[in-house]
């Protein structure tokens, strides 16, 4: 039996793959079994922040690996300590916790909004989300996500959530009904359609969660770690939130995820209140701490300016109806179905990805301008056939 085959025998059919069979990568060039090449505008959904076998990030992993691999969170470590640290002292937050996910960094966040509220009384213990949001796949961050068909299959979901849609008349009208405990946004909804949140909404439900002393969680798992060209996407609105969750390029290739908590939530949670296995693991935050060192203001710079030029690039190309985004999270509205897009530039030798009806860009962040040309030469040649 071939992989393919392989695959569909062994492998449980939640994931419908494309036919390729990728064996290794190196920087923003992924290759497969017939050792054809792939420039890699998808990063594995935005993890490998600094492409495939990137030096540093490898020296870090394999050190710590040949030091400490696991030792449970009864024990100090070093890695997870340092890359708290470097966390907080680049964003201002007060203290991390450590899990190996996304979701897992957001069901931390939600416990901690609970608790937190839970002094304005038992029936304070609702999040709000934004509609058209994706948190996450566990029970929990799947009812915190409002997209209703990611919910259909798995009802009842954990109770506690609402969705308001992304203007203000409709975050008071629902707080006016409920007792709000938090509320959850992306700046950027990524899975869904890469909708770039207006700075006017963000600020006013900043101030509206201040003044209401409601915590404001921002979800940067897919918009974190430099990915649109500051720290954290937060940061283009200049506004600061009470609880950011990260994941995803954090971890540069290895699962991780990490809530930050502001001053006001740092001692909201006492021993014995969450944990983890494997949550703040030597190996994992020993690379995650060789990609954050990494994220100063010139490479920020740089992948803010690497998103103008695929912008201008895209802009007005044939087939091309629109491009949204920051830094290098880029949707493009085609002509064509977007899935169609994905496939040809698969067989051109692109790999992109989608997000709702838009073609989505996620590449490595220290990708080179002459290959991300290349690749978004490919992408407007299938656009425009
Ligand atoms: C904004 C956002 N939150 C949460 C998640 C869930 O992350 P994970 O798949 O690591 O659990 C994702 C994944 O795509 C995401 O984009």
């Not at 799947?142 to 979901?157: F, I, K, R």
Request: hydrophobic share 40%.
């Amino acid at each position: 039996m071939d992989i393919f085959e392989l695959d569909k025998k062994y492998i449980a059919g939640t994931y419908n793959r494309f036919p390729v069979n990728l064996i290794y990568g190196l920087g923003s060039l992924v290759f497969d079994e017939m050792d054809r090449r792939y420039i890699d505008l998808t990063s594995g959904i935005g993890v490998t922040a600094f492409g495939h076998s990137d030096e540093e990030w490898t020296k870090a992993v394999i050190t710590q690996i040949n030091k400490l691999a696991h030792v449970s969170n009864l024990y100090y470590t070093n890695p997870d300590v340092k890359l708290a640290e470097l966390l907080c002292k680049k964003t201002g937050m007060n203290k991390v916790f450590f899990s190996n996910s996304g979701a897992e960094a957001n069901e931390c966040a939600i416990k901690a909004a609970r608790k937190y509220s839970a002094k304005k009384g038992e029936d304070c213990y609702t999040i709000m989300t934004l509609e058209n949001s994706f948190h996450g796949r566990t029970l929990t961050t799947l009812a915190a996500t409002g997209q209703e068909h990611y919910h259909e299959l798995y009802t009842p979901l954990t109770p506690g959530f609402v969705y308001a849609e992304t203007n203000m008349e409709s975050v008071k009208s629902l707080a006016e009904t409920t007792k709000i405990a938090g509320i959850m946004i992306e700046c950027i909804q990524g899975e869904g359609g890469v909708n770039v949140l207006p700075a006017d909404f963000v600020r006013e439900l900043a101030e509206y969660t201040k003044e209401n002393d409601i915590p404001l969680i921002i979800d940067e798992v897919q918009t974190g770690n430099g990915r649109t060209g500051q720290l954290y996407a937060y940061m283009n609105y200049k506004i600061s939130p009470d609880i950011v969750t990260t994941a995803k390029g954090l971890g540069g290739g290895l699962p991780i995820g990490a809530c930050l908590l502001s001053e006001k939530f740092a001692d909201v949670f006492g021993y014995g209140d969450h944990g983890s296995t494997f949550g703040g693991n030597p190996i994992a935050c020993a690379g995650a701490f060789s990609i954050i060192s990494r994220l100063d203001d010139d490479f920020l710079a740089d992948v803010k300016r690497k998103g103008v030029l695929v912008k201008s690039l895209l802009d007005g190309a044939k087939g091309v109806e629109s491009v949204c985004g920051m830094g290098l999270m880029i949707g493009i509205k085609t002509t064509k179905p977007a899935g169609e897009v994905v496939k040809k530039c698969i067989e051109k030798g692109v790999l992109v990805l989608t997000a709702k009806d838009k073609v989505r860009l996620l590449p490595p962040l220290n990708i080179n301008d002459d290959m991300l040309i290349e690749a978004i030469n490919i992408i407007k040649e299938v656009c425009r056939e």
